[in-house]
């Protein structure tokens, strides 16, 4: 059986240039793009690096700005300054 | 099993006969007429007859069935709680064996709701 | 010479507030200063492996919270000052949130004042810290909501009066009492039901098809407060699956303990969502998808992702879950013949569905809807347009566990009412399914004292012995404007004038009375 961990966003500025990071740093990521809110899905793991969001972003990006914008997450937490990490072990 | 409590636990049944000033609670489900989503839920005297019950009772519930003209509940097939019923018009509910929080289920056969769908 | 203070990092700031600003008591009991934390048996060896994976602190929650308010009353303002309420797709919606207001809101109440007294009673300060952040969090939820809905208030019948309503319409004892259970249970269990089952496995299907409902329908202001709350869930979402993963990994007797709680949450949490699955299907003008998609995606694919991680603690998926899986094809239909049947004793109004709505609902559900239910709507379809619209006078029988009229079906036979009933201590007892029949054995001194609306009325307890008191006495609905069929209504009117149509009783589509 799959086990996809997922993330969804408010479809807002904001989470494009979210949407663009974790495109970027998980190629095999899907992202479905629903009324007012985008889903994103991957199998196992999910990574948002601060780093590829400081890219996009043009500007310093503390990893905790992106609980203004997240809408709910299915797997298991782990975060620390540089990155946020979803997954099933 | 019982309640994990920081104190010893005592309830007490909030539905007992006593609390219903006479009367005692009866609910009646006739299968395939889920146009009435559940059983019904009515109060009754236990000294009220069987008959009167079908009558005053049973009869203006489903009075907007499709069904009902047709329904002929004395010839159909009874059970109460469960267990196979024999219903007596004459005899009162408390006769009967119906007690408080009782349910009838009521089954008429060759009846099966608007267009046969069990509604 | 100053030295320059060395910026702290997430884990280390994480560290001073959970960890540095707690400390051992010296001149009382531990155990006295937290009497409730092992009656339910559970049992706690090390809280220092406590962890929060947001790591989150004070500081950094309140420049997030306060962001977050920033924006969301931005939009209730322009939302207000467009008259945002003319701009959804029609005023049936509007019954979804007054379902909401009277059902849900007072939900987010009721946490509120759960996490704030379950955050006292943990020793561990990292669990207590995040129990209270939560309890601020629940507490918002419940007054943007209200915020929210305020404009609508004054524009539309039956949202006048929620939170008296709350504590006594028969459907809305199904919500209040999920929670009275939750919260007067101990603060573990309490975790277990709400964090985890409650929050973890089922509130995405409450809050993310509502919010796309909205959106879709029009409604700006409720996406808003939606998301806004659902931008704290994924917080309280990972504070349920650590609660559990914490509660697993700290002794094996935790194990069937948690089992049996899980058990009881997840089926509760499940009848409970019968409310959301008819708002899906049959209360949004424009639907986004139907419940069993939504049931399949959230519960059947998350939820199975989630039982498989936690399968090497020993937990195996929630009992009856084959039950639940099989009802997402009826229950939202069963719902809403129930609600449509008892209109005259809801605050909002019930409809049959239009042409092309049956459509939808056959393509949706083609095992079910044509075999079992559309001959029944077409029925009622029928009755309606002859004058006579169905309204059930007799009082249904009601679950003593969840409180819902006994509506639902037999898995393997959904022509029968899946009716169990047991008897208990000299009392008979009816419930809707095995599910819930199995919670009341496992503590039937907490169910016997259910309050059931209808068992209430008949005792006298409600104002009045005939409906009609009790409803405009009792439960503050006003006769005739809050209540009854859609088609006609006082909101129905008022919608017409809004977009300019001539107010008319029939039903809008059928053109004969067009000018
Ligand atoms: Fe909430
Ligand atoms: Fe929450
Ligand atoms: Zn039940």
Not at chain 3, 288 to 310: C, H, I, P, R, T
């Amino acid at each position: 059986m799959s086990q996809l961990v997922f993330i969804a966003f408010q479809d807002n500025d904001n989470a494009r240039y979210l949407v663009e990071a974790i495109q970027e740093d998980n190629p095999e990521a899907e992202v479905q793009h629903q009324p007012a809110m985008i889903r994103i899905q991957a199998e196992k793991r999910l990574v948002i690096n601060r780093e590829t969001m400081e890219e996009k972003l043009g500007r310093d990006w503390d990893v905790q700005e992106m609980l203004i914008d997240v809408i709910s997450i299915g797997g298991n937490v782990d975060e620390d300054d540089d990155h946020f990490i979803l997954q099933w072990n | 099993m019982s309640v994990n409590a920081i104190s010893e636990y005592k309830a007490e049944p909030k539905d007992r006969v006593e609390n219903f000033h006479g009367m005692q609670l009866l609910y009646i489900y006739w299968p395939h007429h889920l146009m009435f989503c559940s059983p019904f839920a009515v109060m009754v005297a236990p000294d009220m007859t069987f008959g009167d019950f079908l009558e005053q009772v049973l009869k203006p519930a489903v009075a907007s069935h499709p069904d009902s003209a047709r329904a002929d509940f004395l010839k159909a097939e009874w059970k109460l709680n469960d267990e196979p019923f024999t219903p007596d018009v004459s005899a009162t509910m408390k006769d009967s064996g119906i007690d408080h929080k009782s349910m009838l289920t009521v089954t008429t056969p060759g009846l099966d709701g608007i267009s046969g769908s069990g509604s | 010479m100053a030295v320059k203070n060395k910026k702290l990092n997430l884990k280390d700031k994480y560290q001073y507030l959970t960890r540095d600003m707690a400390w051992e008591p010296t001149y009382q009991k531990k155990k006295d200063i937290f009497p409730d934390e092992d009656f339910e048996g559970i049992k706690i060896t090390d809280w220092s492996q406590w962890e929060d994976p947001f790591r989150l602190t004070m500081d950094a929650y309140w420049k997030y919270q306060a962001e977050k308010e920033k924006k969301l009353y931005a939009i209730f303002d322009a939302f207000a000052q467009n008259n945002g309420h003319q701009n959804i797709s029609d005023a049936r919606y509007v019954n979804a949130l007054k379902l909401f207001l009277t059902g849900v809101s007072p939900l987010e109440y009721a946490a509120f004042q759960g996490y704030a007294r379950v955050g006292r009673q943990f020793s561990g300060a990292g669990a207590r810290v995040a129990c209270q952040m939560q309890a601020i969090d629940e507490l918002r939820h419940s007054q943007t909501q209200q915020h929210a809905m305020s404009h609508y208030n004054k524009h539309f019948n039956g949202l006048h009066d929620a939170s008296h309503m709350h504590d006594r319409v028969w459907f809305l004892s199904v919500p209040k009492s999920f929670f009275d259970d939750a919260r007067s249970a101990g603060p573990f269990e309490f975790l277990t039901a709400i964090s985890f089952s409650f929050e973890y496995v089922l509130t995405n299907l409450l809050f993310v098809p509502f919010m796309s409902g909205a959106a879709y329908n029009g409604d700006m202001a409720t996406v808003t407060f939606g998301f806004s709350a659902q931008s704290d869930e994924a917080r309280h979402m990972t504070l349920g699956l650590e609660v559990i993963k914490f509660i697993l990994e700290q002794h094996e007797d935790n194990v069937p303990i948690v089992q049996r709680w899980i058990d009881k949450w997840f089926w509760r949490g499940f009848r409970l969502l019968s409310l959301v699955g008819m708002m899906m299907d049959y209360m949004l003008p424009n639907k986004v998808m139907s419940w069993a998609e939504a049931w399949e995606v959230y519960y059947e694919q998350n939820g199975g992702a989630l039982f498989k991680d936690l399968e090497r603690y020993g937990i195996r998926p929630p009992k009856y879950q084959d039950v639940a899986n099989d009802a997402k094809n009826h229950v939202s239909h069963q719902a809403w013949s129930t609600f449509y049947q008892y209109s005259q004793a809801t605050n909002f109004h019930t409809w049959m569905p239009e042409e092309d709505e049956m459509k939808w609902l056959s393509e949706k559900y083609p095992e079910t809807f044509d075999k079992y239910y559309r001959d029944r709507f077409e029925h009622w379809d029928k009755e309606q347009k002859a004058g006579r619209r169905f309204y059930n006078n007799t009082l249904p029988q009601l679950c003593q566990v969840c409180q819902i009229p006994t509506i639902f079906t037999e898995k393997d036979d959904p022509s029968m009412l899946s009716h169990r009933q047991i008897q208990h201590e000299g009392e008979r007892y009816h419930f809707c399914s095995d599910g819930c029949c199995d919670i009341f054995k496992n503590e039937p001194e907490k169910y016997i004292q259910a309050w059931l609306p209808v068992h209430q009325i008949y005792q006298g307890n409600c104002e009045g012995a005939d409906v009609e008191t009790v409803v405009s006495k009792y439960y503050h609905i006003k006769l005739g404007e809050d209540n009854l069929e859609y088609l006609g209504s006082p909101d129905h009117q008022r919608w017409l004038e809004i977009k300019g149509l001539k107010p008319r009783a029939s039903k809008p589509g059928s053109e004969q009375d067009a000018a």
